[in-house]
């Protein structure tokens, strides 16, 4: 059963082979539970795909917050990493709403900086935007340089809530903390947790109110999934945090439920919100006609009102009478093709059921920056011991806010999830897949290649860092932390618009008719003495 894996594993030194074998398992679903090591140190050399704490707290989460001043504390060329890359849309809610996605600000810390220290020169640049800008809130993020100098961003944070009498918030994300961009979306969660949310007190004036969490609008998605949900009937208190913004962020406290999208990256707010607010949270899935419909449904029997039941089926059929003719055109088309997915968050779990709209399957399958909870579910928790990397990102804790009740006794959550309503709880990505399939934690190129090459998949979807290299060597790759600039894949026509780029990749695809030069040149191997 694990044939691929061995010989995947096979090729490494003794030293990597003991670190990499644990995280690399090929599902078998037999008397003892598939495990998978996640969450830990990628081995110095080898070519990661992660990302670093500071990327995953401006990067991923506060940089979408449209009417914030998100300001990179550091270099220029961090600040430039972090920018435009993910394509977060926004657009102003009303006329007047100030929105800064499409800008990048940074302190530019120079040589001379380091050694004098940053503080001043951040003030100074806060004090430029303040005056240009006018913003409500500022998030200040740190990278690398400022942890080891020692600047205090929270100091200045404070200094700056004094004088302009706005939300400040500074984060210390450098870069170096955590293993992943894990870490940062974590610091994240905790900086909007404590100085954010529960700060508004507007009320929601629909009957039924959502915040939809783990969405950071790439392409459009987060407003293919509003407008699914206003067609039926409900309200859109916030959206962490693509297109959202700190104004409505302030009242996501006072939502009756939380959609949880992007399980990695959200959860610890989700968590803290039912802790202290009392607000439910289900893990759904918009990325998929089933998914989408499954989604919908469950919402549906959360609320357990009749009409929006009804109303939730209309809306289910219209949509799908909409895009029927085009998914069976693309069906045709794709239907047994194979596909392998390396990204991070749960887009890898989210995207195997769009593939499965269209007849196909994912033979491999990993995340960059995941948890075991993401891969196994989140009744494996309690297993998952804290080593030091993750001691360093500081745990906060919440209580019950005075005047804030549960919806649902805990009986009563019993019955809905025995329904299959999947509240407060996310079942994992390895328990979709099939037996004999690869899953990989933190993929390096070697084993892209490798699997590659063993599993030939037709097409293979990763980050911006592995799609030209996959393409050199003949397979159709997808970049799906910016959709190749196309979208939104959400919701029902999110999934033909899908539908159409994969067709138009696999049936054009000129990179099978070029062969890279290792493919005809005879390679040279050999072994270093006293490696291993």
């Known amino acids: 059963m694990s044939k691929e894996r061995d010989l995947l594993l096979d090729k490494y030194s003794s030293r990597v082979f003991k670190n990499r074998k644990s995280h690399i398992t090929q599902l078998e679903f037999g008397e003892n539970p598939d495990e998978i090591t996640a969450n830990t140190r990628a081995i110095p050399g080898i070519i990661t795909a992660r990302g670093c704490c500071y990327a995953g707290c401006k990067g991923v989460v506060v940089g979408p917050v449209k009417d914030s001043v998100v300001i990179t504390h550091g270099p220029i060329g961090c600040a430039f990493y972090s920018w ?22 940074c302190t530019d810390m120079r040589a001379s900086d380091i050694v004098f220290g940053g503080e001043k020169k951040l003030e100074e640049g806060i004090d430029e935007i303040m005056k240009l800008f006018h913003p409500k809130c500022i998030f200040i993020c740190s990278t690398c340089p400022i942890g080891l100098i020692g600047d205090d961003v929270q100091a200045v944070a404070r200094r700056v809530e004094e004088k302009y009498g706005i939300t400040a918030i500074g984060y210390s994300c450098e870069g170096y903390k955590g293993v992943s961009q894990s870490a940062g979306h974590h610091i ?199 080593d030091a990397d993750s001691k360093n990102i500081e745990e906060i804790s919440v209580e019950r806010a005075v005047g804030y009740e549960d919806r649902y006794s805990e009986e009563e959550l019993k019955v809905l999830r025995n329904e299959g309503v999947e509240l407060d709880n996310y079942s994992g990505m390895i328990k979709d897949m099939k037996a004999g399939y690869m899953v990989v934690d933190d993929y390096n190129m070697f084993e892209t290649d490798q699997l ?24 159709v790759s997808r970049q799906m932390h910016s959709y190749d600039y196309s979208g939104p894949y959400a919701g029902f026509r999110g999934a033909v618009n899908f539908g159409r780029d994969l067709t138009m990749s696999l049936y054009t695809n000129a990179w099978s008719l070029v062969k890279p030069p290792w493919k005809t040149m005879p390679m040279l191997e050999g072994t270093l003495g006293g490696a291993g």
């Open 188 to 386: 994240a969660n905790n900086g909007l947790m404590r100085y954010v949310i529960g700060k508004g007190e507007e009320a929601p004036k629909g009957k039924y109110s959502v915040n939809i969490l783990g969405e950071y609008n790439i392409g459009g998605d987060g407003w293919e999934q509003e407008r699914i949900l206003k067609k039926i009937g409900y309200e859109v208190v916030s959206v962490f945090t693509g297109d959202g913004s700190y104004e409505t962020l302030k009242n996501s406290h006072l939502a009756d439920l939380n959609l949880v999208m992007c399980h990695r990256s959200i959860n610890y707010i989700a968590e803290m919100m039912k802790t202290k607010y009392g607000v439910d949270w289900l893990k759904v899935n918009f990325i998929g006609v089933g998914a989408t419909s499954k989604s919908l449904r469950m919402m549906a029997k959360y609320f357990n009102d009749p009409e929006l039941t009804k109303r939730t089926e209309e809306v289910i059929a219209e949509e799908l009478a909409e895009i029927n003719e085009d998914m069976e055109y693309y069906k045709s088309k794709l239907k047994g093709k194979t596909a392998g997915i390396f990204v991070g968050g749960s887009r890898s779990h989210h995207y195997q059921m769009l593939l499965r709209d269209f007849g196909m399957e994912t033979t491999i399958a990993g995340y960059e920056f995941a948890h075991r909870d993401d891969y196994e579910g989140r009744e494996i928790i309690p297993q998952i011991k804290a």
């Open 452 to 475: 590659i090459e063993e599993y030939k998949p037709d097409i293979f979807f990763s980050g911006i860092k592995d799609k030209y290299a996959i393409q050199h060597g003949g397979v």
């Open 84 to 105: 435009g890359t993910r394509r977060n849309k926004a657009k102003p809610s009303y006329e007047g709403e100030p929105n800064f996605v499409p800008y990048s600000f």
